[in-house]
């Protein structure tokens, strides 16, 4: 397929670039390097250095699909800046939807996110979950997986939602370079290697067995894995939902003594206030995608993800 890769210069979709290449697909991506980085961007496909809102000026009928990431990303900044939320993330995907109606381009991934569903403890969420945002950034993604069953309908669009827990770790030189970086593991393994002095640890007092809360890490090659199975699942007028996760929750003191497990390296945590926005547990039921796409991980193990990082980390 010729394929349109929306944010494939970033950590994400730089890393479902090299697989969509791998397995013999035609890729462009368009990204405006805001947070991504030119050199992500596998060798073999196409950049354009442009916006969201000016996809129309690269589709064209000769597509097969659009692989959507570009967005933004952080949830503590959407707290801040709803607006600027609301515009790349929505009004951004309604332009880029708009192109592809005008293009007669029939086939969506778009990048979700399992952060969007109501708080249910240490239980698995499925996709029939109740959903909740609780902030701009989940609330955006909301949104656009609410828009999606009716443009299905209108325009014979096949669309797919990939709702990621947390995606984690590295595939060769494509790893986390967020900045400012915010997530756990990338900040975790900058203490281990003396770039920050401590870990800062955000709450401890939570309903879990150690206090901290729990998460699910996903590695980058194993959401890339489902992007390409997705594209086959694709089907004109209907839209789909899968959780891409691997089923089971570490707390982020276990993922702390996992990092310094896995590099040898000490540690040091403190214990700070609680995260505003923070869900307690975060743990993906992904049986769905197992089954209907066929889907099955290959670096399921968090010491594993762990190690793909650090390596990357230290390069
Ligand atoms: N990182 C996670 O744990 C996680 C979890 C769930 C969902 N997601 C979703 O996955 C996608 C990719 O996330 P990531 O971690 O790779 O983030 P990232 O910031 O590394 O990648 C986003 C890419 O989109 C580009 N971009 C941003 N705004 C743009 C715009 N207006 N026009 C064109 N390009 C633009 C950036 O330059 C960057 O290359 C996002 O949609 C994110 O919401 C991420
Ligand atoms: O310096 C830090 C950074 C993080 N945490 C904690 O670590 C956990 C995980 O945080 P983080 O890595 O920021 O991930 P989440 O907040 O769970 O959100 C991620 O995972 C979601 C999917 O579940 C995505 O939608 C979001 O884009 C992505 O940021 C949370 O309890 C944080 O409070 C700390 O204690 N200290």
Same mark, same amino acid.
């Given at each position: 397929m010729k394929l349109l890769v929306t944010g494939g210069a970033g950590y994400i979709g730089s890393a479902t670039v090299a697989a969509l290449l791998a397995a013999g697909h035609a890729v462009e991506v368009l990204d405006d390097l805001s947070t991504g980085f030119a050199d992500n961007v596998p060798d073999g496909a196409v950049l354009h250095e442009l916006p969201l809102n000016a996809a129309a000026q690269v589709l064209d009928p000769t597509y097969d699909g659009v692989l959507h990431f570009a967005a933004k990303i952080s949830v &503590?900044?959407? !707290? @801040?800046?709803p607006d600027l939320y609301? /515009? !790349? +993330? !929505? @009004?951004?995907? =309604?332009? $880029? %939807? /708009? &192109? =592809? @109606? &005008? +293009?007669? #381009?029939?086939r969506l991934i778009f990048s979700s996110t399992g952060s969007m569903y109501a708080s249910a403890g240490l239980e698995p969420l499925t996709e029939e979950s109740p959903v909740d945002p609780q902030n701009p950034y989940a609330a955006s993604k909301s949104i656009v997986d609410m828009m999606l069953p009716w443009e299905c309908q209108a325009s014979s669009l096949g669309a797919v939602s990939l709702r990621y827990f947390n995606a984690a770790g590295a595939?060769?030189? %494509?790893?986390? @370079?967020h900045t400012p970086e915010t997530h756990l593991i990338p900040m975790v393994l900058d203490v281990a290697a003396g770039k920050r002095d401590e870990f800062l640890l955000f709450g401890d007092d939570y309903p879990t067995p150690d206090g901290t809360p729990v998460r699910d890490y996903i590695h980058i090659e194993d959401l890339a894995t489902a992007h #390409? $199975? &997705? $594209?086959a699942a694709a089907e004109p007028g209907k839209h789909k939902i899968y959780n891409l996760g691997n089923g089971r929750g570490f707390s982020n003191r276990e993922v702390v003594d996992a990092v310094r497990s896995v590099t040898g390296r000490p540690v040091p945590v403190r214990t700070a206030p609680r995260r505003e926005g923070d869900a307690v547990a975060s743990v993906a039921s992904a049986e769905k995608a197992r089954t209907e796409l066929g889907w099955r991980q290959s670096k399921p193990e968090l010491r594993e993800i762990i190690a793909d990082a650090w390596a990357f980390h230290s390069a």
């Open positions: &503590a900044e959407s !707290v @801040r800046k609301f /515009d !790349v +993330n !929505v @009004r951004g995907t =309604m332009s $880029l %939807l /708009d &192109a =592809m @109606r &005008a +293009n007669d #381009v029939k595939s060769g030189h %494509l790893g986390e @370079r #390409v $199975l &997705a $594209l």
